[in-house]
């Protein structure tokens, strides 16, 4: 590859904070709200122009369960405030009746608790939280490189409109998605060797109502040779049989081509059908779901269900199966390698096969709300006060160990 030598340049210092929280998607915005209720003077840069990520600009409306199946609730705290936010004005539908209205553990183990919210709703009450939190929040930029000193993150390198500059950190929480803050600063990062499949959900007006079409999984794509078609677990109309590793911008810029062309035949058959039939809305993001994750002090794998750890920083539930709940260890989300700078989200240290769990909105928060406590509260993650970050956590709401969910009516 040819390449060519730019002149030397000073970047300026154009902003300073205690902790900077790159990425305002769902785990963004819990690391950034937990944060600024420690007390810290937080900066949230997001690429995009609006908060929620594949939450909200993707359209993937749905929030997932924060119980185990079983009757029992397994995710507090901001993953449970979040949840109630995204239902606030009574846009939602498939209400879990059972769990908001007191229902038995019996009657809630008919439905889990999850819900499809309006995501436009969803992210305004997002935005509208974080400024009444006083969180600072810079849309359009990028984070485009990183400043290290022995071991510690120094300085963040973003560009936007204005041009490109530098952000004193005292921490960071890398919420990208992609672990691009980890990366810039010297963390080693894994790909997600299967890569994604094709998505791009959409709103519809026509006869029968206004509708969500689930068109296309990331984690679900024909076998070669198959039709494509609806899958029986999801309801979600399967797309393509390529897969994309969102890691290039023109792979990246391919799956997006590719999503809207099939979504344009998809509309275009739906409309000889019914002429009333319009799309209203589509995601404007790439349906990425899983890209590049921190290889941190600690890899948790989907085999340890019900483990428990002394690092603790709350619970997730599998929300593909009933039942496995797992405690997730505070050394997935940072590297002793950069020891101010914390991972939430899709970007912790998880295998391949717990990342599938690991990746959806009541993950998120929990890691979120984990990553922003501990990153107001220390300056340096290897020295961390466990206990106190989980007394911290519980006197926020949250649960530690699995024990603490296991209840009867």
């Given amino acids: 590859m040819n390449s060519i030598t730019e002149k030397q340049r000073e970047t300026p210092v154009c902003d300073k904070c205690r902790v900077l929280v790159a990425g305002g998607g769902i785990a963004g915005v819990s690391a950034a709200i937990a944060a600024a209720r420690t007390g810290a003077d937080v900066l949230l840069v997001e690429r995009e122009y609006g908060l929620g990520g594949l939450a909200t600009l993707g359209l993937i409306a749905i ?30 539908k498939g209400r879990p009746d059972a769990w908001l209205d007191g229902g038995t553990k019996e009657e809630r183990k008919q439905k889990r608790f999850s819900v499809q919210y309006n995501p436009v709703l969803f992210a305004l009450e997002l935005e509208k939280l974080l400024r009444e939190l006083g969180v600072r929040v810079l849309y359009g930029t990028s984070i485009v490189g990183a400043e290290t000193e022995n071991g510690e993150l120094k300085h963040v390198i973003i560009e936007n409109r204005t041009g ?11 919420a990208t998605g992609e672990a691009l803050l980890c990366k810039a600063a010297g963390c080693q990062v894994l790909p997600f060797k299967a890569n994604n499949a094709l998505a791009s959900w959409y709103y519809s007006n026509s006869r029968s109502g206004y509708d969500l079409h689930m068109f296309g999984l990331a984690d679900v794509i024909p076998e070669k040779g198959q039709s494509t078609g609806r899958d029986e677990k999801t309801s979600a109309t399967r797309i393509g049989t390529r897969r994309y590793d969102g890691l290039d911008a023109a792979d990246t810029s ?22 009333t039939f319009v799309p209203t809305a589509m995601s404007t993001i790439p349906l990425l779901r899983m890209t590049g994750k921190l290889l941190g002090e600690y890899t948790l794998d989907d085999t340890e269900i019900k483990k428990s750890f002394a690092d603790s920083i709350g619970l997730v539930s599998d929300w593909r199966k009933r039942g496995p709940v797992y405690e997730v260890p505070f050394g997935t989300l940072y590297s002793k390698k950069v020891r101010n700078l914390l991972a939430a989200g899709r970007t912790i240290s998880v295998t391949d096969a717990m990342w599938d769990i690991t990746r959806v909105i009541p993950p998120a928060a929990v890691t979120g709300q984990a990553a922003g406590t501990a990153a107001a509260m220390f300056a340096d993650m290897t020295q961390a006060d466990i206990s106190a970050l989980q007394e911290r956590l519980k006197a926020d709401g949250v649960k530690i160990h699995w024990e603490e969910i296991n209840v009867s009516d």
């Fill in 164 to 174: 490109r500059s530098a952000i004193e950190v005292k921490t960071a929480v890398d």
């Fill in 254 to 275: 391919a799956m997006m081509l590719d999503a809207h062309a099939e979504m344009y035949k998809d509309i275009m058959r739906r409309r000889e059908d019914d002429d």
């Fill in 63 to 92: 929030y997932l369960p924060i119980c185990d199946g079983e009757g029992n609730q397994a995710q507090y705290g901001i993953v449970e405030e979040l949840l109630h936010l995204s239902i606030k004005h009574g846009a939602e």
